[in-house]
């Protein structure tokens, strides 16, 4: 029987140890940096407009993705292969700056180094078998983490979905939990 999403899938995930694990290792590096965090104002701020950058960027792709039935290559995926990807870097870097632990940006470059580049690599090869033409013109024109300056198909804005973003991921209830997050570590700050 397949598992749609919530807490069982999480935990069937973590038993099988499939891919979705990292989504637990990026949450329970947030809990353990928040909970132990000493932020400082000179970097909690720009650490702050790192996590929310990276929070829409998450928003953004979630609303477009259309999982194994169109290769998505309209709003971020436009510019960027792997725009989910983007945001959770963009938002593990800023919650390290946020939260004034020297040793959160070593232990963010290890889980990022130890998660991606499999995740990036197994992910190209699904589409690629899944999209073949269409994704070998959009790989060949679109890098995996850094956006293009112009999209891949000017023009082409696509159509974001907020019941697309809550459905795949859950993401607008993962961003109110990194928000509360972000809040936590500001309120630290007095």
Aim: hydrophobic share 45%; proline share 6%.
């Amino acid at each position: 029987m397949a598992i749609a999403f919530g807490l069982d899938r999480f935990l069937h995930d973590i038993r099988n140890r499939r891919e979705r694990f990292r989504q637990f290792v990026g949450i329970t590096f947030v809990i353990l940096i928040t909970a132990a965090a000493s932020p400082e104002e000179i970097l909690f701020f720009p650490g702050a407009v790192l996590v929310i950058l990276g929070i829409a960027t998450r928003l953004w792709a979630s609303g477009h993705i259309k999982k194994n039935r169109v290769l998505a290559t309209d709003g971020p995926y436009g510019y960027v292969r792997h725009p989910l990807y983007v945001g959770n870097i963009t938002m593990g870097f800023g919650f390290a700056l946020a939260s004034g632990l020297w040793w959160s940006l070593p232990l963010i470059c290890g889980i990022l180094l130890a998660f991606y580049p499999p995740a990036i690599r197994r992910e190209d090869e699904k589409l690629h078998r899944r999209f073949e033409r269409e994704w070998e013109q959009w790989h060949k024109e679109t890098r995996a983490l850094i956006p293009r300056l112009t999209p891949y198909r000017p023009g082409q804005p696509g159509n974001w979905s907020f019941w697309q973003s809550l459905r795949q991921n859950g993401e607008p209830i993962i961003a109110l939990f990194l928000l509360f997050c972000l809040y936590f570590l500001y309120w630290k700050l007095h």
